[in-house]
């Protein structure tokens, strides 16, 4: 796990694109990514450009930027006060938890990462599941952190696997548990919230992207744009829910912990860039004791 602090979209997207390549290579393990973006609005593979409602001027006047991006989904936003995870992770080192695979799948990886945000979520005592036919993850008063076996899903047989999996409809809710008598329209007026979104990538089994979980997150930016491309559900936070500010050094020590226990693997805190980075620049060569890569025996990442 890498903390990285507060930085502009453009440069964490091109770290993520640097550590993809590195990680495709197998110049470094798997990692994952932690910080909080500058305003920014990005669009997904499956962006409407309607869905960005400001105009120009106003996104000028909010300091917000907008960028096209290659993961799934829709429109979205990240700032301050989110805390935004990217998982530079090769799929193909995670056993599966499918009888029709052996290593972890595209749909089966989202549903891990929703597992993730539960569990953070429930550690706070904002509860939250899964509403069967909606991807995503919701909350309520009576809900549990789901531990569910995970779905599989094979999206390509590829050589190359390219997966985009869309955010829409995709995350973390909150709010009025859906009852079993309501139908699937009835249950999209009550007060579902999300909390947290997911949008990813996969090409040739390595991830990038991941998911953002709205920590202290000025909720009125959510006001410039139809997030995830949904009209009828509004956009929550762990502070709205809880009725104060979190320490977002706690969630995200949360956030790390769960990661490791959804993915069955050991997390551990990497200092620097270049504790991460090493000497990859050069051939392949064994990653340091305390970057050993996830498929060595004990099945663990350090990240």
């Known amino acids: 796990m890498l903390q990285l602090g507060n930085i502009d979209y453009a440069t964490g997207l091109r770290l993520q694109e640097k550590m993809v390549e590195l990680r495709k290579h197998g110049r470094i ?3 994952i990514l932690l910080l909080e973006h500058t ?3 990005t669009l997904g593979r499956n962006a409407k450009s309607t869905n960005v409602l400001a105009s120009p001027e106003l996104l000028v006047q909010r300091g917000v930027e907008v960028f096209e ?3 799934g ?3 979205t936003f990240h700032g301050p006060g989110q805390l935004v995870a990217y998982p530079i992770f090769d799929l193909r080192g995670f056993p599966s938890e499918s009888a029709s695979r052996k290593t972890l799948g595209a749909v089966d990886y989202v549903r891990r990462l929703e597992e993730v945000l539960i569990r953070t979520c429930a550690d706070f005592g904002i509860p939250a599941k899964r509403i069967s036919g909606l991807t995503g993850v919701w909350t309520g008063e ?3 952190p789901s531990k569910t076996k995970v779905g599989d899903a094979t999206l390509s047989k590829t050589k190359n696997l390219e997966a985009d ?3 829409t409809n995709s995350g973390v809710w909150t709010g009025a548990v859906a009852r079993p008598d309501k139908s699937m329209s009835q249950r999209s007026n009550e007060s579902e919230s999300k909390i947290a979104a997911l949008g990813v990538h996969i090409s040739r089994g390595v991830t990038s992207h ?3 979980l709205n920590v202290n ?3 009125s930016f959510f006001n410039l744009i139809v997030p995830c491309g949904i009209t009828s559900k509004p956009v929550t936070s762990m502070q709205k829910e809880l009725g104060g500010a979190i320490p977002m050094q706690e969630v995200a020590h949360a956030l790390t912990r769960n990661f490791g226990t959804v993915f069955h693997s050991q997390v551990l805190w990497l200092d620097s860039l270049d504790a991460l980075l090493g000497n990859n620049l050069g051939v392949p060569m064994r990653p340091p004791e305390n970057l050993r890569q996830l498929h060595s025996e004990d099945d663990s990442f350090q990240a």
């Open 29 to 31: 393990g798997d990692v």
């Open 39 to 41: 305003p920014v609005i």
């Open 69 to 71: 991006c290659d993961r």
């Open 73 to 75: 989904g829709d429109v």
């Open 142 to 144: 009576d809900a549990r």
């Open 165 to 167: 999996i869309a955010a």
């Open 210 to 212: 991941g998911l953002a």
């Open 217 to 219: 997150t000025d909720l």
